[in-house]
């Protein structure tokens, strides 16, 4: 039996075990996607205590926390630090097969040099040791980047944002890691959303623009896509609950703007015409671009309105939507390469039923430009578990190339989260590794451990074109 978080963790055979020390483990990080804050890297940030960098913001443990009966207070209220810490610690020994359990004792390791197990009674001790740790320079947000060995990371940020700290970090000669901002549109296009006319006015505000047409909020939209080109912007990213395909004329989505800047109220038909177009738009400005088109969806956000209306969004109120997006999808692809702009493109379906959809659909539209241009992006939120992963690999394998695969990112608001790009490596050397084992692809290490490099970091930096 092997002791809990050795050193071969997850690694079930001797292939697997050779593939990850002497290969995958040895590989830096590229974090392309992730929702941390770029002030607190500019400002080389300090966390008070393990509750400000555990707790904070993470929905992930806060849905686990409200899952053991625990008072809201103790969870995003106004309890002490303290006492949320111990109630985190005490949910933790209820989560075994949840991949909190492993992310939790992998960052006590890694960071903290904590061999043991949080529970209810080493809540104390866990605590003095990781507070005492945080002090240090490096638990400093650098620091903690630095160790981890990250060489660059991108943001996720607003079309109407500043992008005043990454200017800041990118003239800072003292900042190792690259940050770049990734551009994400989501309030521009959901029309039909509460908050749309007033952000309009922001974003005409910012662009120093007068928005009163289609072609206006087209002109604006560029002036901003240029000013994040300019800070090494390569890529955007849609937080979709579906993806939509209704297109229609633009003199009609420009009645439809036109509409909604009116503050009256539009049909579902309506809207997802307006939202057709806006994407199909920024498709074709991302192939101009070069930049890669990351579109997440399958969520069906804010289900519980008495929680949405006290805490806001992304708060742990969020679920798997199955409807399916199978037409849309295809029909959006298509209108962008019928015109040969079709930009790089990462996929991500919060639906795991949606693995084989999306494992047919990337080889209908890859292309000479780079290899495995269309993606199936790494298994998201909810199914970035053992077995999600597992299953996302090998699905992915079973219908495309996994060696083209573009591998790992966070996801996450944590700066202790680049140990999932550990978890994710583990998983994968073991799965190659049980089939080498399994007779079912031949024993070429030297093959083979290039195959999981380039999985962990070199496809990446290929496909998005990142300078490090």
């Given at each position: 039996?092997?002791?809990?978080?050795?050193?071969?963790?997850?690694?079930?055979?001797?292939t697997?075990?050779?593939?990850?020390?002497?290969?995958?483990?040895?590989?830096?990080i590229i974090?392309?996607?992730?929702?941390?804050?770029?002030?607190?890297?500019?400002?080389?940030?300090?966390?008070?205590?393990?509750?400000?960098?555990?707790?904070?913001?993470?929905?992930?443990?806060?849905?686990?926390?409200?899952?053991?009966?625990?008072?809201?207070?103790?969870?995003?209220?106004?309890?002490?630090?303290?006492?949320?810490?111990?109630?985190?610690?005490?949910?933790?020994?209820?989560?075994?097969?949840?991949?909190?359990?492993?992310?939790?004792?992998?960052?006590?390791?890694?960071?903290?040099?904590?061999?043991?197990?949080?529970?209810?009674?080493?809540?104390?001790?866990?605590?003095?040791?990781?507070?005492?740790?945080?002090q240090?320079?490096?638990?400093?947000?650098?620091?903690?980047i630095?160790?981890?060995?990250v060489?660059?990371?991108?943001?996720?940020?607003?079309?109407?944002?500043?992008?005043e700290?990454?200017?800041?970090?990118?003239?800072?000669?003292?900042?190792?890691?690259?940050?770049l901002?990734?551009?994400?549109?989501?309030?521009?296009?959901?029309?039909?959303?509460?908050?749309?006319?007033?952000?309009?006015?922001?974003?005409?505000?910012?662009s120093?623009?007068?928005i009163?047409?289609?072609?206006?909020?087209?002109?604006?939209?560029?002036?901003?896509?240029?000013?994040?080109?300019?800070?090494?912007?390569?890529?955007?990213?849609?937080?979709?609950?579906y993806?939509?395909?209704?297109?229609?004329?633009?003199?009609?989505?420009?009645?439809?703007?036109?509409?909604?800047?009116?503050?009256?109220?539009?049909?579902?038909?309506?809207?997802?015409?307006?939202?057709?177009?806006?994407?199909?738009?920024?498709?074709?400005?991302?192939?101009?671009?070069?930049?890669?088109?990351?579109?997440?969806?399958?969520?069906?956000?804010?289900?519980?309105?008495?929680?949405?209306?006290?805490?806001?969004?992304?708060?742990?109120?969020d679920?798997?939507?199955?409807?399916?997006c199978?037409?849309?999808?295809?029909?959006?692809?298509?209108?962008?390469?019928?015109?040969?702009?079709?930009p790089?493109?990462?996929?991500?379906?919060?639906?795991?039923?949606?693995?084989?959809?999306?494992?047919?659909?990337?080889?209908?539209?890859?292309?000479?430009?780079?290899?495995?241009k269309?993606?199936?992006?790494?298994a998201?939120?909810?199914?970035?578990?053992k077995?999600g992963?597992?299953?996302?690999?090998?699905?992915?394998?079973?219908?495309s190339?996994?060696?083209?695969?573009?591998?790992?990112?966070?996801?996450?608001?944590?700066?202790?989260?680049?140990?999932?790009?550990?978890?994710?490596?583990?998983?994968?050397?073991n799965?190659?590794?049980?089939?080498?084992?399994?007779?079912?692809?031949?024993?070429?290490?030297?093959?083979?451990?290039?195959?999981?490099?380039?999985?962990?970091?070199?496809?990446?930096?290929?496909?998005?074109?990142?300078?490090?």
């Amino acid at each position: 039996m092997k002791n809990f978080m050795c050193d071969d963790f997850l690694l079930s055979n001797e292939t697997s075990k050779v593939l990850y020390h002497n290969y995958a483990a040895k590989m830096p990080i590229i974090d392309y996607h992730c929702h941390i804050n770029p002030k607190e890297i500019a400002d080389n940030h300090r966390f008070n205590n393990i509750t400000d960098v555990w707790l904070g913001g993470d929905h992930y443990k806060w849905r686990a926390i409200r899952s053991n009966g625990v008072d809201e207070n103790f969870i995003t209220g106004n309890a002490a630090p303290r006492e949320k810490f111990q109630k985190w610690a005490e949910t933790l020994s209820k989560a075994i097969g949840n991949p909190l359990y492993h992310w939790t004792h992998l960052e006590l390791k890694k960071y903290f040099d904590y061999k043991g197990t949080l529970n209810a009674n080493t809540a104390e001790e866990v605590w003095n040791l990781c507070n005492e740790k945080l002090q240090t320079e490096t638990m400093s947000v650098r620091g903690i980047i630095d160790q981890s060995d990250v060489k660059l990371l991108c943001t996720t940020d607003d079309p109407v944002d500043s992008l005043e700290h990454h200017v800041a970090i990118k003239n800072d000669p003292t900042c190792k890691v690259k940050v770049l901002p990734a551009w994400r549109p989501d309030k521009a296009v959901n029309i039909d959303k509460a908050g749309f006319t007033a952000y309009i006015d922001t974003l005409a505000q910012v662009s120093d623009t007068a928005i009163t047409s289609l072609k206006d909020l087209f002109a604006a939209l560029i002036k901003r896509l240029d000013h994040f080109d300019s800070l090494g912007c390569k890529a955007s990213d849609h937080g979709l609950d579906y993806v939509p395909y209704n297109p229609a004329s633009e003199e009609e989505v420009n009645q439809i703007f036109a509409k909604a800047l009116k503050g009256e109220s539009l049909s579902f038909d309506e809207a997802e015409k307006y939202k057709t177009a806006l994407l199909v738009f920024f498709g074709k400005e991302y192939a101009k671009r070069n930049w890669v088109m990351q579109l997440h969806y399958g969520t069906i956000r804010n289900t519980n309105t008495a929680m949405f209306n006290k805490l806001g969004p992304d708060t742990g109120f969020d679920c798997i939507n199955t409807q399916s997006c199978a037409n849309g999808i295809v029909g959006f692809l298509n209108a962008l390469n019928q015109e040969s702009l079709l930009p790089k493109t990462v996929l991500y379906s919060l639906n795991p039923a949606d693995n084989e959809m999306l494992g047919t659909i990337l080889g209908c539209f890859q292309g000479p430009e780079t290899a495995g241009k269309i993606q199936h992006g790494s298994a998201w939120w909810f199914n970035d578990t053992k077995t999600g992963m597992q299953k996302q690999l090998t699905d992915l394998a079973n219908l495309s190339l996994l060696g083209n695969f573009i591998g790992m990112l966070t996801d996450s608001r944590s700066f202790l989260s680049y140990t999932r790009h550990e978890y994710f490596r583990r998983i994968l050397c073991n799965l190659v590794g049980t089939w080498v084992e399994n007779g079912e692809y031949p024993n070429d290490i030297e093959a083979l451990g290039q195959l999981v490099q380039d999985i962990s970091y070199n496809n990446t930096v290929r496909f998005f074109g990142f300078e490090v």
